[in-house]
């Protein structure tokens, strides 16, 4: 079993829908999560990170911890075709100097 | 403000050739660095990271090679290029106290031809 599993799609909406991103780890240990919003032949950037469990909002988009189910997503509200990209989820261990990525899930917006 | 700068861009270079890639931080003192290998369908590889100046963990055996003359220095290279070596190369640094994630670099797309 992969430490962190994600969907690589690929996954095409409709502008303005609602875009659900999802994640599925093993390790119990993570406590620090991330997702990483990648354009075509860039690097990635940070789009948002949690600790622990729980949500966090930041305009359209919300990420959320469920540390009981080892699961994380990340929502997107009015999708517009510039969300349109590969989102990679990402997590690690306190202390821990690496990040555990996940293979991405590639994102169409369909204008 | 923290910037990462990575080059070139692209690189065409021939089976055989030798290769070198550069890393360099500005607005922060001692980052961890990183070089990762993204190809398709693979997700991020992680090659190699650097806690510190000389100091090199490597996570995949293969023939690269990675460096740290410097505390915001961070090289990648190899002696002789194969073709398996082809990808996007990325560097990212994470500082030390605080914070969560890592800053890439825009990436070097390596082919060998």
């Known amino acids: 079993q992969k430490e962190v599993e994600q969907d690589p799609g690929p996954l095409s909406v409709p502008e303005g829908a609602i875009v659900s991103l999802n994640c599925t780890y093993s390790?119990?240990?993570?406590?620090?999560f991330m997702w990483y919003r990648q354009y075509s032949r860039k690097g990635p950037e940070l789009l948002m990170y949690t600790y622990s469990s729980g949500n966090k909002e930041d305009g359209r988009f919300t990420a959320q911890v469920d540390k009981s189910s080892k699961y994380i997503s990340l929502f997107i509200r009015d999708s517009q075709p510039s969300d349109s990209a590969t989102y990679l989820c990402?997590?690690?261990?306190?202390?821990?100097?690496?990040?555990?990525f996940g293979k991405g899930t590639r994102l169409h917006i369909l204008p | 403000s923290q910037t990462i700068h990575q080059w070139p861009a692209t690189l065409v270079q021939p089976v055989g050739s030798p290769l070198s890639l550069e890393c360099t931080v500005e607005g922060t003192s001692n980052p961890n660095l990183y070089w990762y290998r993204q190809a398709a369908g693979r997700g991020l590889q992680l090659l190699f990271y650097s806690v510190g100046i000389g100091q090199i963990s490597s996570e995949v055996p293969q023939n690269l090679s990675a460096s740290r003359p410097q505390d915001r220095q961070f090289i990648l290279s190899s002696k002789k290029l194969l073709l398996s070596d082809s990808g996007f190369y990325l560097c990212a640094w994470r500082g030390r106290f605080g914070s969560y994630g890592y800053t890439f670099g825009s990436g070097t797309r390596l082919t060998v031809v």
């Open positions: 390790n119990s240990a993570f406590q620090y």
């Open positions: 990402a997590m690690s261990v306190t202390g821990d100097d690496k990040i555990i």
